[in-house]
């Protein structure tokens, strides 16, 4: 059973940075495939934010968010990390680590459907 487990999350205020970590348990994140951070607002549809691939050769990112967040891969630390600078108010939400269970070509990263487990997330809140 993989169990990954977000932190990092927390308050800050617009203009900062923060840094989200993702450890996975069962399985070391070199035997798995494609992975990603998505993000929801309570009421709200779950939105990608940035997807890796398993060798971290390939990175993809959401557009709001290019040029400000960084997806990096640490097979090694078996964890995965979100650096997020320069945050905006609506970058507030709950950020979820999710992870493909296979190295095999991912058809759309940014499709949830892609990705076989989740983490429980971590609420990050960005004030104006």
């Known amino acids: 059973q993989v169990q990954l487990v977000e932190s990092g999350g927390g308050l800050v205020q617009a203009g900062g940075s923060l840094r989200l970590s993702c450890a996975a348990s069962g399985r070391t994140f070199s035997s798995l495939g494609m992975v990603a951070w998505f993000r929801q607002v309570p009421g709200k549809e779950r939105d990608f934010v940035a997807a890796i691939s398993w060798n971290g050769g390939s990175t993809f990112y959401a557009d709001s968010v290019k040029g400000r967040f960084t997806i990096s891969r640490d097979n090694a630390g078996n964890t995965v990390n979100l650096q997020m600078n320069t945050l905006k108010s609506e970058d507030t939400a709950i950020y979820y680590c999710?992870?493909?269970?296979?190295?095999?070509?991912?058809?759309?990263?940014?499709?949830?459907?892609?990705?076989?487990?989740w983490g429980q997330g971590t609420q990050v809140t960005v004030s104006s």
């Open positions: 999710a992870a493909d269970r296979s190295r095999l070509r991912v058809e759309n990263p940014k499709r949830e459907e892609e990705y076989d487990y």
